[in-house]
């Protein structure tokens, strides 16, 4: 998206928000550190294993010590360190150190105690807190740490709650997910997202008439499924040129065919003064969502959408001809580049921009967009825009390459759930949420995750003693589709024979994979290593992210899938049965291996030889 400046018009000033967070009073959370802070000093809980480091370290009492900050009109005990202190302390994975984040726990970071309760940690939703306030949890409801067990007690008491109405469709856009800095993978960017409260995500699917070529990842149902199962709706969308307009168009007949659920086209610059340029490329999308429809890829819920400049009269825009095909407008309301003033008030802007759509025959919904890529713009601010452009409101971009890491802190202290709404004038129609997950008034309940097909090597017509790791990679490629058994037979004995061989190494069992994946047009590909960490494997398997482990199970070594961590126990598909949790040892080949849960300490002990963690042959998929 390009970025513009409006003439200068007079304001008003903004008074200030206050965020939501359960951060003591002149802090945040901060979505790196998983604590609240500010500038200087870092507030607690802290995970058991910090607070040892800290002691270690020589901090003494200030290890332990409390203070009492007001949070949310509650005076609570908190640990206070300094900010270099804490962040030296934290580790560098997902959680805290000494936790890991489990998908049992809401995706927050779960922390096993031994000998005492477990733990779980915030920034917990308002929803968690009011259900925590109900169950008589008291001020601990305004902390940053739960016990496990009431954690899920909130939690069932949640899921009983009946589903009420829509509050919003706030969304987030994507540049791409490769993008440098960026470091996430699809499924790690939707728990990220839907954590937040994020219900709708916009992600580059074309750049004129480069689509699936150049966006292979978006281009897959498994990528729409992951969004979806997290609730939340994924929208495409392309920047278009003038000319080859039926190729352009192709990008939404794509969209429909990989499972999104509307497509919205970026026009800017090159469509200035245009008339006929912009008939032909809507006409031409136009046409490709009734091919969409008539393939039975899309149905009349699937929406299109434009986006383009927040001041179309300068630009030379006529938003009344593109009002005539698509089902909404996305200004791009960008009061961050505009300047200081203009983010001071963003209601008043808001509203210029509105009169302005439908001065030019605009008559369709507005849905706005605001940029925070230069971190400019305050949470407080955001969350004035929010309130004056409505519920269909979304926010360019995810954090990534030229957009600073820092974003997150701001996105992580706006009200994604908010429900009030200050509608200015020539508003009308702009408000109306319709929910295209599962087309009711309701959102749905996140689908359950597939689980892993299990396949036993002692059934392989090759090698049954041998073939742990063809067998393990047979699960994994029929769980993302790129085996069939209904088309290839037995998965293990067809991965044999395609590449006459057991794929015993790490180098092997990936090029097996990547290559199988690449000649089924799956995005998806097999990150294999021999120096993965025992903390990168418990948070993929907390989330139910499979994996592809070696250890030493036997005294030849032993291949398995790894389906689910939850802080005690690892859930395996053991294509050899059931182990006896010796490491070099031995097996009970007459139980089935499906779903076998191992103990943490057995099981990391025998997929790691030097002690510290950090060298285990593990596959990722991503």
Same mark, same amino acid.
């Not at 393990?472 to 029929?478: H, N, Q, R, V, W």
């Not at 960490?533 to 482990?549: C, D, F, K, M």
């Given at each position: 998206?390009?970025?513009?400046?409006?003439?200068?018009?007079?304001?008003?000033?903004?008074?200030?928000?206050?965020?939501?967070?359960?951060?003591?009073?002149?802090?945040?959370?901060?979505?790196e550190l998983d604590f609240c802070a500010n500038e200087v000093d870092v507030f607690g809980p802290f995970t058991n294993q910090m607070v040892d480091g800290c002691i270690n370290y020589g901090g003494g009492s200030a290890c332990t010590n409390t203070y009492t900050y007001p949070v949310q009109g509650n005076n609570i005990q908190v640990l206070r360190w300094s900010r270099s202190f804490?962040?030296?302390?934290?580790?560098?994975?997902?959680?805290?150190?000494?936790?890991?984040?489990?998908?049992?726990?809401?995706?927050?970071?779960?922390?096993?105690?031994?000998?005492?309760?477990?733990?779980?940690?915030?920034?917990?939703?308002?929803?968690?807190?009011?259900?925590?306030?109900?169950?008589?949890?008291?001020?601990?409801?305004?902390?940053?740490?739960?016990?496990?067990?009431?954690?899920?007690?909130?939690?069932?008491?949640?899921?009983?709650?009946?589903?009420?109405?829509?509050?919003?469709?706030?969304?987030?856009?994507?540049?791409?997910?490769?993008?440098?800095?960026?470091?996430?993978?699809?499924?790690?960017?939707?728990?990220?997202?839907?954590?937040?409260?994020?219900?709708?995500?916009?992600?580059?699917?074309?750049?004129?008439?480069?689509?699936?070529?150049?966006?292979?990842?978006?281009?897959?149902?498994?990528?729409?499924?992951?969004?979806?199962?997290?609730?939340?709706?994924?929208?495409?969308?392309?920047?278009?040129?003038?000319?080859?307009?039926?190729?352009?168009?192709?990008?939404?007949?794509?969209?429909?065919?990989?499972?999104?659920?509307?497509?919205?086209?970026?026009?800017?610059?090159?469509?200035?003064?245009?008339?006929?340029?912009?008939?032909?490329?809507?006409?031409?999308?136009?046409?490709?969502?009734?091919?969409?429809?008539?393939?039975?890829?899309?149905?009349?819920?699937?929406?299109?959408?434009?986006?383009?400049?927040?001041?179309?009269?300068?630009?030379?825009?006529?938003?009344?001809?593109?009002?005539?095909?698509?089902?909404?407008?996305?200004?791009?309301?960008?009061?961050?580049?505009?300047?200081?003033?203009?983010?001071?008030?963003?209601?008043?802007?808001?509203?210029?921009?509105?009169?302005?759509?439908?001065?030019?025959?605009?008559?369709?919904?507005?849905?706005?967009?605001?940029?925070?890529?230069?971190?400019?713009?305050?949470?407080?601010?955001?969350?004035?825009?929010?309130?004056?452009?409505?519920?269909?409101?979304?926010?360019?971009?995810?954090?990534? /390459? &030229?957009?600073?890491?820092? +974003?997150?802190?701001?996105? #992580?202290? =706006?009200?994604?759930? *908010?429900?009030?709404?200050?509608? $200015?004038?020539?508003?009308?129609?702009?408000?109306?949420?319709?929910?295209?997950?599962?087309?009711?008034?309701?959102?749905?309940?996140?689908?359950?995750?597939?689980?892993?097909?299990?396949?036993?090597?002692?059934?392989?017509?090759?090698?049954?003693?041998?073939?742990?790791?063809?067998?393990?990679?047979?699960?994994?490629?029929?769980?993302?589709?790129?085996?069939?058994?209904?088309?290839?037979?037995?998965?293990?004995?067809?991965?044999?024979?395609?590449?006459?061989?057991?794929?015993?190494?790490?180098?092997?069992?990936?090029?097996?994979?990547?290559?199988?994946?690449?000649?089924? /047009? &799956?995005?998806?590909?097999? +990150?294999?290593?021999?120096? #993965?960490? =025992?903390?990168?494997? *418990?948070?993929?398997?907390?989330? $139910?992210?499979?994996?592809?482990?070696?250890?030493?199970?036997?005294?030849?070594?032993?291949?398995?899938?790894?389906?689910?961590?939850?802080?005690?126990?690892?859930?395996?598909?053991?294509?050899?049965?059931?182990?006896?949790?010796?490491?070099?040892?031995?097996?009970?080949?007459?139980?089935?291996?499906?779903?076998?849960?191992?103990?943490?300490?057995?099981?990391?002990?025998?997929?790691?030889?030097?002690?510290?963690?950090?060298?285990?042959?593990?596959?990722?998929?991503?």
């Amino acid at each position: 998206m390009s970025l513009r400046k409006l003439l200068l018009l007079p304001v008003l000033a903004l008074g200030s928000m206050q965020v939501a967070a359960l951060c003591p009073d002149g802090s945040s959370f901060d979505t790196e550190l998983d604590f609240c802070a500010n500038e200087v000093d870092v507030f607690g809980p802290f995970t058991n294993q910090m607070v040892d480091g800290c002691i270690n370290y020589g901090g003494g009492s200030a290890c332990t010590n409390t203070y009492t900050y007001p949070v949310q009109g509650n005076n609570i005990q908190v640990l206070r360190w300094s900010r270099s202190f804490a962040q030296n302390l934290r580790g560098t994975g997902s959680c805290p150190v000494g936790s890991v984040r489990s998908a049992t726990y809401g995706n927050h970071c779960f922390e096993q105690v031994s000998g005492a309760e477990n733990n779980v940690y915030g920034n917990f939703s308002q929803t968690e807190v009011s259900t925590c306030q109900s169950l008589n949890g008291g001020t601990a409801c305004f902390t940053n740490r739960w016990s496990a067990n009431f954690y899920l007690s909130v939690k069932e008491a949640m899921d009983q709650q009946p589903p009420g109405l829509l509050t919003n469709k706030f969304g987030a856009w994507l540049w791409y997910i490769d993008e440098q800095g960026l470091n996430r993978t699809h499924t790690q960017l939707a728990d990220e997202l839907a954590a937040l409260g994020v219900k709708r995500i916009f992600i580059k699917i074309a750049d004129g008439t480069q689509n699936c070529n150049l966006f292979a990842d978006a281009c897959s149902s498994v990528t729409t499924g992951i969004y979806k199962s997290r609730g939340i709706e994924p929208w495409a969308w392309a920047y278009n040129y003038p000319n080859n307009y039926t190729t352009q168009a192709d990008a939404l007949y794509y969209a429909a065919q990989y499972g999104y659920v509307g497509f919205v086209s970026d026009v800017e610059v090159e469509f200035n003064n245009t008339t006929t340029a912009l008939h032909n490329l809507f006409q031409a999308f136009t046409s490709a969502r009734t091919d969409a429809q008539n393939a039975g890829h899309a149905d009349s819920s699937f929406a299109l959408g434009a986006t383009t400049w927040g001041n179309p009269a300068d630009q030379g825009m006529d938003v009344g001809i593109i009002d005539q095909y698509v089902d909404f407008h996305m200004p791009q309301t960008y009061v961050e580049v505009w300047g200081a003033s203009y983010m001071a008030d963003p209601a008043y802007w808001i509203e210029v921009g509105d009169c302005e759509y439908r001065q030019l025959g605009a008559q369709k919904p507005i849905w706005h967009i605001v940029s925070t890529e230069y971190d400019q713009i305050t949470p407080a601010q955001i969350e004035a825009f929010m309130s004056a452009a409505g519920p269909n409101t979304s926010i360019w971009r995810v954090p990534g /390459g &030229s957009v600073p890491q820092t +974003v997150w802190n701001d996105w #992580g202290n =706006i009200d994604w759930e *908010r429900t009030n709404f200050t509608p $200015g004038n020539c508003s009308a129609g702009n408000n109306t949420l319709t929910d295209r997950l599962d087309g009711a008034g309701n959102p749905p309940p996140p689908p359950q995750q597939p689980s892993v097909p299990y396949w036993s090597q002692l059934d392989n017509y090759y090698d049954p003693y041998g073939t742990c790791s063809v067998t393990s990679l047979a699960m994994i490629t029929d769980y993302f589709g790129i085996t069939d058994p209904g088309d290839n037979g037995r998965s293990p004995d067809y991965i044999y024979e395609r590449f006459d061989g057991v794929l015993q190494t790490v180098s092997a069992l990936k090029s097996g994979f990547n290559t199988l994946a690449q000649e089924a /047009g &799956s995005p998806i590909r097999n +990150v294999g290593k021999e120096n #993965g960490t =025992i903390a990168e494997l *418990r948070a993929l398997a907390s989330q $139910g992210v499979p994996t592809i482990i070696h250890g030493w199970f036997t005294q030849p070594g032993h291949i398995m899938v790894v389906t689910g961590f939850d802080g005690e126990y690892y859930t395996v598909n053991d294509p050899f049965g059931q182990w006896n949790l010796q490491k070099w040892g031995s097996y009970d080949t007459s139980v089935s291996g499906e779903g076998q849960r191992y103990p943490k300490d057995a099981f990391e002990y025998a997929i790691n030889d030097n002690g510290t963690g950090d060298d285990l042959w593990i596959h990722i998929f991503e």
